[in-house]
């Protein structure tokens, strides 16, 4: 079940996605990029094997902690 409620949100949240591209143009490359993303994080849920399943989600969970470092250091750093 909980399959069903990740693709539900991830096409839910693609959806958004395309109407922000629509509405607003000059953010196609990002929407586009978005839009790929969530369609890549939504799929890896329906993978069947349980070990690269797990290495993917660590993989993931560890690329957004890292992101949010390195937009805090910019942030810190007055680049942003």
């Keep these: 079940m909980i399959k069903e409620f990740v693709l539900a949100g991830g096409i839910f949240y693609i959806l958004l ?30 993978y069947r094997e349980e070990v690269p399943l797990k290495r993917w989600e660590y993989l993931l969970v560890w690329c957004a902690v890292m992101l949010f470092v390195v937009y805090g250091v910019l942030i810190l750093g007055g680049i942003l």
């Design 17 to 46: 996605d395309g109407v922000q591209v629509l509405g607003r143009p000059s953010v196609n490359m990002q929407g586009l990029a978005v839009g790929i993303l969530l369609l890549a994080a939504t799929s890896v849920f329906w």
